[in-house]
Structures are given as C-alpha cells and as structure tokens.
C-alpha cells in the first residue's frame, strides 16, 4: 500500500517557538494532503486542505496566520505551528489520498510548555 | 453541516463473541465509506472500506452499507485482545476528498 511519512514523529518546544512538521507521500504524488489535529479521546478534526501550487484552504475556525501550510512539491507538505502556546499541544496528523482511499502519517505528538 | 454519529461507548465484548459497530451520516451525497482502527497515541489504520450497499466481507471484519437508511457498521468475528482500540467511522464524497470523521467507539474485548 500506499506510504505517508511524518517528520518529527514528537517535538517538545517552549511557548512563544515556532515549529515545522513535514508530511511527504514516499511512493506517489499527491496534489492534495490533509492536516488533523486530535486532542486526547477525541476525533480527529480536519484543520486544512494543503494544495501542490496554490493556498492552503482552512476549516472554519482555524487561523491561518497560527497554522502556516506549504505544499512545496507533489510528495512534501509542510505545516509550521507560529508561536506555539501550550493550548496548541496535540497530535497532528496529515493523509495523502490515493483514490479512491486516503493514507494517513504516522502522526507528530507536539507538546509546548 | 456533515455529520457522522458513532456510539462513542466503551463498547466490551467477550473474546470470541461478535463486535458490532455502528455508524449514521447526514450527507445523502456521501459515496465513500471507512472504518478505521486506532490504538492509543497511534495513527488510524484502516481496516475496511465500502461504496455500495450491502456487505463487504474481508477475513474476520464485515463492513455494511445501507445508503437509503444512511447507515454503516462493521461486525468483527471473533474478536481478539489485539482488536480493543477505538474505532473511526470516516464517510466522503468518493474520489480522494476529504473525510469527515465520527467520533470513535472505543471497543475492549475482554479475554
């Protein structure tokens, strides 16, 4: 099947950091990826559509300024938590759809202190 | 607003006995359809998917689609100590596109 990579798997950072975490599709292209976040017993929540070329397209109530997405190429998307707080803390996780399924990343564990 | 509605339990089940899983959607357009397992602090895995109604048979897991009544389910036989996580039912509009996600059935098979 299909492989979806993410970089880092965990990151601890302080409050007031930036960080970057990579989602790369490792054996076909994606022109769309997908970013989740899911905070402890709960569902995943779709936060963004990341597009190869052209913006990001954001779920009502996400801040596009907070969540900075960049689909740099056709197997990499990248998404770079600006200024991170501790409220930010969760489990982050991108798919790439290979239709008619989705693949989903192993998942980034960002905790800010 | 789409939405999926999942029991979010805990659901035990005896190991050996049969796990039923249920799940409704609001999207009369939904086309695709998927359950997907998640073990605590793991990514979803998926274990099933369907596109039209009826069964969908695959080793110990059955998935069920029945469009009118906007219903999916997943029965899993003999269920194991391995299978106890939560279980994501994920409903789209075909062809790759986003999902939307129920909120889980957190299942524990009980040896």
């Known amino acids: 099947g299909a492989v979806v990579s993410q970089h880092p798997s965990w990151v601890i950072c302080k409050s007031g950091t930036s960080v970057k975490i990579e989602c790369r599709s490792l054996?076909?292209?994606?022109?769309?990826m997908f970013w989740y976040r899911q905070f402890p017993k709960q569902s995943l929540m779709l936060m963004a559509t990341s597009n190869e070329g052209s913006k990001a397209t954001y779920e009502q109530g996400v801040e596009k300024d907070k969540f900075l997405i960049n689909h740099a190429s056709l197997t990499l998307s990248t998404l770079t938590v600006t200024s991170a707080h501790p409220e930010d803390s969760s489990f982050y996780i991108c798919?790439?759809?290979?239709?008619?399924?989705?693949?989903f990343g192993p998942g980034t564990r960002l905790t800010v202190l | 607003q789409k939405e999926v509605e999942q029991n979010s339990g805990p659901l035990s089940v005896p190991e050996g006995a049969i796990a039923s899983l249920n799940c409704t959607y609001s999207?009369?357009?939904?086309?695709?359809f998927f359950w997907y397992r998640q073990y605590s602090g793991k990514s979803p895995e998926l274990i099933m998917s369907i596109y039209s109604n009826g069964d969908k048979e695959d080793g110990r897991f059955t998935a069920q689609l029945n469009k009118a009544s906007q219903y999916v389910s997943l029965l899993i036989r003999d269920s194991q100590p391995s299978d106890s996580a939560t279980y994501l039912c994920a409903v789209g509009p075909g062809g790759g596109e986003k999902l939307t996600f129920g909120t889980g059935t957190r299942l524990t098979i009980i040896p």
């Open positions: 999207d009369r357009g939904s086309q695709s």
């Open positions: 798919s790439a759809p290979l239709a008619p399924q989705q693949f």
């Open positions: 054996d076909f292209q994606a022109t769309t």
